[in-house]
């Protein structure tokens, strides 16, 4: 059989890739730590219709995100992180994939994990100390599956197996736990917007085969 000739990709597609590749950005930057306030200054001033062909579905999830930073100040989008996530001990919520996968952090989901990152070609960076398979660092990695030169690792089978693997089967508890703390307001909202997110993703992976 004769080769085909791939399609080549329009504007369009680069613009989308890139609204996934940001959009992964800056869940991650919103989940590892209390934004900063550069972060939230421009979440406050931002449009209220999120970049890419999935305006519609995400949009109310979208302009809720934005509604809450422009609500809430600073120190008290911090306090409610430091209430949800932090402290000493046992978290109100847990940001990580292998309490939600297994029961027990640093489980066999981290090892799997782990081995994964091995093999392409990812470590983890010195200094960092939450582990792999935070709901931040497996932003990172999809955010880079998409965006990255590499095309023999960043494409898109990659990314659906990543996906399917590490993040859709246990993100959509995470986003439950969250929604439902009673404290949560902000982030109540950047569930909400993760959840949509991560709902788009998985029905644009499975078109795709």
Known sequence: MAEQPLPMPTRADFDEELARADTYGLLAALLYAPPPEALLAQLRLA????????QAYLQPAWQALVGQARTLTTAQVHDEYDTLFGGVGRPEVYLYA?????GFLHDQPLAALRAE??????????????S??????LCEVMRYLIAGDDAAICNLARQQAFFARHLHPWVPALCDAVQQHPAARFYAAVAGWLRAFIDIEAQAFEMAG
């Open 47 to 54: 449009v209220t219709e999120p970049p890419g062909a999935a």
């Open 98 to 102: 292998s309490h939600y996968l297994s």
């Open 117 to 130: 990152l091995t093999e392409l070609g990812l470590t983890r960076a010195d200094g960092v100390a939450e």
């Open 132 to 137: 792999e398979d935070h709901i931040a660092y």
